[in-house]
């Protein structure tokens, strides 16, 4: 009996040893976190220059998307450097569309204006 629980201890270390941890992160020596930037700024009537709300912004050809706040404001994290076309929708507005937008390592902010549909 007692070679049984010896026995038993013994295997339940060594798997523990040898556990597998799913949940630990672990990265190789060569390689490099990527750099990502924000991309912000500000959606307005094109006639007015009030600030529009629930505005969708939204970066062409990926998922990255925001809506703007009640002061218009919107914000985009993790987006890789690059150029990008941006889109604005919203309802009753015609849809914007901002070309060949440069996203730097730098202050990468954009002011959209938005013309209402006739």
């Known amino acids: 009996?007692?070679?049984?629980?010896?026995?038993?201890?013994?295997?339940?270390?060594?798997g523990l040893v040898y556990?597998?941890?799913d949940g630990?992160?672990?990265?190789a020596p060569n390689e490099t976190p990527v750099q990502t930037v924000t991309l912000s700024g500000c959606v307005v009537d094109l006639s007015s220059g009030?600030?529009?709300?629930g505005v969708e912004v939204k970066i062409d050809g990926t998922e990255f998307k925001a809506y703007t706040d009640f002061d218009g404001n919107f914000e985009i994290?993790?987006?890789?450097?690059?150029k990008y076309n941006l889109i604005a929708s919203y309802i009753s507005y015609?849809?914007?569309?901002?070309e060949d937008l440069k996203?730097?390592?730098?202050?990468n902010e954009v002011n959209i204006k938005?013309?209402?549909s006739k």
């Open 19 to 21: 556990a597998d941890n």
């Open 94 to 98: 015609n849809k914007s569309l901002v």
């Open 1 to 14: 009996m007692k070679k049984a629980i010896i026995t038993l201890i013994l295997a339940a270390f060594i």
């Open 114 to 116: 938005m013309q209402a």
């Open 24 to 27: 630990a992160k672990t990265s």
């Open 77 to 82: 994290q993790d987006v890789k450097p690059g």
């Open 103 to 107: 996203c730097e390592m730098k202050e």
């Open 50 to 53: 009030e600030a529009l709300a």
